[in-house]
Antibody
Framework: QLQLQESGPGLVKPSETLSLTCTVSGGSMSSGSYYWGWIRQPPGKGLEWIGNIYHRGNTYYNPSLKSRVTISVDTSKNQFSLRLNSVTAADTAVYYC???????????WGQGTLVTVSS | EIVLTQSPATLSLSPGERVTLSCRASESVSNYLAWYQQKPGQAPRLLIY???NRATGIPARFSGSGSGTDFTLTISSLQPDDFATYYCQQYDTYWTFGQGTKVEIK
């Protein structure tokens, strides 16, 4: 059974960079034609797609976040990562990593990790 | 950006009732639409993809329909475990989510 687990700091200061890693277990990221993604959810609000990456490094980013987001992959560690720079309080959210069915929708999800932006 | 509008925002229902949730896209997304269920403190769970295909392990009481701009998620007989928030998501142009419909106990 494929499992995903987010990790990283739970508190980030305004204007700094949020960095999270998703570790995949129970399967290899480089087998099959799958995309991997990041989604976030501010407290009490809905879901927002951040971006997706293919195991060969191809990326798609939400246009509203594109200038601040970088998603990378390390298949040797079976991990992919999110960096979001110049954060503000509006970036406070639960951040989820997920595996897509092909390039379409999010089939497997991590449990999510709350990141709070505050000084 | 394709905007998905879900209605209603909240539904108050009793177990056993039939549920119909709506998702409308600001432009055609063909059948590139998925539905998710989310319970408090949990990650979303994929229910339906390609508008009408049930994901692995999803009970037959969940069904999806629609194409173009108008989509529906139907729960044929609401079970106690089904009280949750439901989101639609399109993958025609990038990926976007609707704002959700909360199904609560009446």
């Amino acid at each position: 059974q494929l499992q995903l687990q987010e990790s990283g700091p739970g508190l980030v200061k305004p204007s700094e960079t949020l960095s999270l890693t998703c570790t995949v277990s129970g399967g290899s990221m480089s087998s099959g034609s799958y995309y991997w993604g990041w989604i976030r959810q501010p407290p009490g609000k809905g879901l927002e797609w951040i971006g997706n990456i293919y195991h060969r490094g191809n990326t798609y980013y939400n246009p509203s976040l594109k200038s601040r987001v970088t998603i990378s992959v390390d298949t040797s560690k079976n991990q992919f990562s999110l960096r979001l720079n110049s954060v503000t309080a509006a970036d406070t959210a639960v951040y989820y990593c997920a595996k897509l069915i092909g390039t379409i929708c999010f089939e497997y999800w991590g449990q999510g990790t709350l990141v709070t932006v505050s000084s | 950006e394709i905007v998905l509008t879900q209605s209603p925002a909240t539904l108050s229902l009793s177990p056993g009732e039939r549920v119909t949730l709506s998702c409308r896209a600001s432009e055609s997304v063909s059948n590139y639409l998925a539905w998710y269920q989310q319970k408090p403190g949990q990650a979303p769970r994929l229910l339906i993809y390609d508008a009408s295909n049930r994901a692995t392990g999803i009970p037959a009481r969940f069904s999806g329909s629609g194409s173009g701009t108008d989509f529906t998620l139907t729960i044929s007989s609401l079970q106690p475990d089904d009280f949750a928030t439901y989101y639609c998501q399109q993958y025609d142009t990038y990926w976007t989510f609707g704002q959700g419909t909360k199904v609560e106990i009446k």
